[in-house]
Every structure is written in structure tokens, then in C-alpha cells.
């Protein structure tokens, strides 16, 4: 496709269940990058990928979160036993190289996660 | 560690005229990038400008123009003949060269009178 695109949408989910988010990312592009939008702590750097390492994972919260990358291309980010505390909007983001001159990240629609 | 303060949560302006919104940073960095996004209620964030730290000159795209105070550590979006396409929340966000995360302010809603 023409930009980044992110599935499911929504997702409502019960509390203590896991979830998958999905990521997929510009065609070609090597970098990607997960962040997290939620009310009270604006959005955040969860976890970036430079093909399929993942060279800084610094930002997630907690070892029930956990990503990966496949084929250089489609991410997963997977909640383990959500909390109430999950709920959020989760955005991706692919880019260039990091070499690249300016290395623009471009977004996703995100997928709004609610935990009930 | 870097921060970016946006200290206004909302701001209102009347179509057609000019809106400056206020972004301050913190680093020890020299060398790094700063941006304005807009997330509009699709809830897609859009690249609307960038700026280069070694470069002195404000970047400008179109309609929107930043004022950028290295030295203050300041950088302000003005919107100029503000239309009602551009009412969404802002970010101001900081990278360095070497590290690409991002690392965002906390956004600020703008809405347009028309």
C-alpha cells in the first residue's frame, strides 16, 4: 500500500486477555518504530526496529509487552495479561535508513485499545 | 535526558488570521531535529514542518513558518491565514542524529472559528 497501515483498528478486549497489534510498515522501509498514546502520558517511545533487531526497546513498560519483525517488513507488538492501565492509542511508524538526510517517520492510523 | 514541553494544552483562533503555537526542549545535544505534527481526528499523525539545529535559518512549508531560538532552546509553529483544515492537536517532538525515537511534547489542541 501506499503508507502505513495498522489492524485491528479497535481493539476491545477483557482484562488479563493478550493481544496482538499490527504493523505494516511503507514498502522498503528499513526502520520502524511503535509508540503509545494515552491520556494522562501523551505518546511515547515504546520499541524501534532497524530491519528485524531490535536495536532499542527501551520504552516498553513492562515485560508483558513484546515485540517483533518479520521479513524486514510487518511488526506484531504483543500485550500479555492487558492491564486497565494498556488502554491507549498504538501508532507505528516506518522510515528510511537512518542514514538517511532527514529519516521522516510516517504513521499509521493507529489502534485504539480499550481494556475492560 | 531530553524533553519537550508544550506548555499550552488548548488554543483558538479566528479563520484567516495568524496562530503561533509555543514549544520548548531540553537537551545537552548539538546535533539533532525538530518537528511539528498534526494529528487530526483520523487520529493519523502528519509531518508538517522540520527543522535542522545546525541550520539558522527558520524552515518554512507553505502556510506555516517556525521560530526557532536555539540558544533559548525554543520553537514555535506560526500558522498563517489559518483555515479550518487546520483545527487538530499539534506535537512538537525531538530526535537527535544518531538516535531516530522520537520523543514528543504533550500536544496542543487547536480549534478554528470560522
Known amino acids: 500500500g501506499a503508507g502505513v497501515s495498522q489492524s485491528p483498528s479497535n481493539k476491545v478486549t477483557e482484562k488479563g486477555k493478550d493481544v496482538e497489534l499490527r504493523c505494516d510498515p511503507i514498502s522498503g522501509h528499513t526502520a520502524l518504530y511503535w509508540y503509545r498514546q494515552s491520556l494522562g502520558q501523551g505518546l511515547e517511545f515504546l520499541i524501534y526496529?532497524?530491519?528485524?533487531?531490535?536495536?532499542?526497546k527501551s520504552g516498553l513498560p513492562s515485560d508483558r509487552f513484546s515485540a517483533e519483525r518479520t521479513g524486514g517488513s510487518v511488526s506484531t507488538l504483543t500485550i500479555q495479561r492487558t492491564q486497565q492501565e494498556d488502554s491507549a492509542v498504538y501508532l507505528c511508524?516506518?522510515?528510511?535508513?537512518?542514514?538517511?538526510?532527514?529519516?521522516?517517520?510516517?504513521f499509521g492510523p493507529g489502534t485504539r485499545l480499550t481494556v475492560l | 535526558a531530553q524533553t519537550v514541553t508544550q506548555s499550552q494544552p488548548e488554543m483558538s483562533v479566528q479563520e484567516a488570521e495568524t496562530v503561533t503555537l509555543s514549544c520548548t526542549y531540553d537537551?545537552?545535544?548539538?546535533?539533532?531535529?525538530l518537528f511539528w505534527y498534526k494529528q487530526p481526528p483520523s487520529r493519523q499523525m502528519i509531518l508538517v514542518i522540520r527543522?535542522?539545529?545546525?541550520?539558522?535559518q527558520n524552515a518554512t512549508e507553505n502556510r506555516f513558518s517556525v521560530n526557532f531560538q536555539k540558544a533559548a532552546k525554543s520553537f514555535s509553529l506560526k500558522i498563517s491565514d489559518s483555515q479550518l483544515g487546520d483545527a487538530a492537536m499539534y506535537f512538537c517532538a525531538y530526535r537527535t542524529r544518531a538516535n531516530s525515537k522520537l520523543t514528543f511534547g504533550k500536544g496542543i489542541t487547536l480549534s478554528v472559528r470560522p
Open positions: 526496529f532497524q530491519g528485524n533487531s531490535a536495536p532499542d
Open positions: 537537551t545537552s545535544e548539538s546535533d539533532y531535529y
Open positions: 511508524a516506518s522510515s528510511t535508513s537512518l542514514s538517511a538526510k532527514t529519516n521522516e517517520q510516517f
Open positions: 527543522q535542522e539545529a545546525y541550520k539558522q
